[in-house]
């Protein structure tokens, strides 16, 4: 715990990766902390002897020479990451980490990628252009079937998107219908306040104290309706939807976070007979999400070139990475059999998937009061 602790501040120094320079010392008493020093690195807090003063060019080769130590590293460990489940876990965990970026600042680092990329593609407006692929429903179909009827529906759609000599098929008033539909699609995304018979709390209030005691909401009950009232007295549900589903998405990453220590808590209970401290499953677990970062912003970015017939296969491919991975790590990291492990997966999904949407309803009603 207390190597994740020291990752996130950048306290190494600015030139730890000049490894092979010559060992003239510059300075007799370290510049960063102060101590005595007796070798090229300090003895106290690992920062290299440099000189106070840097030429431009000085500056510029400890520059290039630490980029390229911290990107090697980052490369190596995304090449692990992504293909060999389990394993920076286990060399973690066995003290082997100087050759790997550290699993905490990598976490910082994916994650906001992830997040990035997450926030920018709920944010497209859903505007589809000639030859792209269009989701529709088949209500969505019959709808536009009774807006054309002079055009033939059914063969428009057979078309392929990366057809562009038959992109001319397609009329521009048959396009904007179609964005018009994803438009309404997009509009109804949301949360959307629920309907009720009364028209004000008062109303709903009287109500419930005609009842029995034993048939009235309970308090609970009571303050999401008196709530309910208020927003649709500010909103329309429209706005409100949008609002929400925005608010949302922006908790969306803080309580991945808050879920992290619970994933990591699972593995314990499951793995409670093995010798493992908490922070070494916590070490895998922070590892897995910086996989599961990683594989969905790379499915993002497939999922928007989808329209190219490979991307598609290479959405589904980190699809299915993305599910067995954790049973492919967990086999590796415990060292048990399958038989075992593929049970304690199904068992960790189960209870995971329940911790999750435990965690996304109570997000959900801290955001409805605090809207």
Not at 31 to 44: A, E, M
Not at 60 to 89: M, V
Not at 285 to 291: A, P
Not at 315 to 336: D, N
Request: hydrophobic share 40%; charged share 20%; glycine share 6%.
């Amino acid at each position: 715990m207390e190597e994740l602790g020291k990752a996130l501040p950048g306290s190494e120094g600015f030139v730890d990766a000049e490894q092979n320079t010559t060992s003239k010392q510059h300075n007799e008493f370290c510049l960063n902390c102060g101590t005595k020093l007796l070798d090229t690195f300090c003895q106290h807090c690992g920062q290299k002897d440099i000189p106070k003063r840097q030429t431009l060019g000085e500056l510029w080769t400890n520059f290039i020479s630490s980029f390229w130590s911290y990107e090697g590293k980052f490369f190596l460990t995304t090449r692990f990451l992504i293909t060999k489940p389990g394993f920076l876990a286990i060399e973690y965990n066995a003290g082997r980490r100087e050759s790997y970026y550290h699993p905490a600042r990598m976490y910082v680092f994916i994650s906001f990628v992830f997040f990035l990329f997450f926030s920018m593609s709920s944010n497209l407006d859903g505007v589809v252009e000639t030859g792209a692929r269009v989701q529709l429903d088949q209500e969505d179909i019959a709808e536009l079937k009774e807006d054309h009827p002079q055009l033939n529906i059914d063969s428009l759609f057979k078309i392929a998107p990366g057809d562009s000599s038959k992109k001319w098929l397609v009329p521009q008033t048959l396009l904007d219908s179609v964005n018009k539909l994803n438009k309404k699609k997009k509009s109804n995304v949301g949360f959307s306040l629920t309907d009720s018979e009364f028209k004000t709390f008062r109303q709903y209030d009287s109500a419930q104290n005609t009842l029995p005691e034993e048939k009235r909401d309970n308090w609970f009950e009571r303050r999401l309706n008196q709530r309910n009232f208020e927003l649709k007295e500010q909103y329309e549900d429209k706005d409100f939807g949008k609002e929400f589903g925005k608010a949302f998405m922006d908790n969306f990453s803080k309580v991945l976070f808050f879920l992290l220590p619970v994933f990591a808590l699972l593995l314990k209970l499951l793995y409670i007979r093995r010798d493992y401290f908490y922070s070494e499953h916590l070490v895998f677990s922070i590892y897995y999400y910086n996989f599961f970062y990683l594989a969905g912003t790379l499915q993002i970015l497939a999922g928007h070139l989808d329209h190219i017939a490979i991307f598609d296969w290479v959405s589904t491919l980190i699809g299915f990475w993305i599910l067995l991975y954790l049973l492919f790590a967990m086999k590796r990291m415990y060292g048990q059999g399958w038989g075992k492990t593929i049970l304690k997966f199904m068992i960790f999904g189960f209870l995971f998937t329940i911790c999750v949407g435990i965690g996304f309803g109570i997000s959900a009603i801290f955001l409805l009061f605090a809207i």
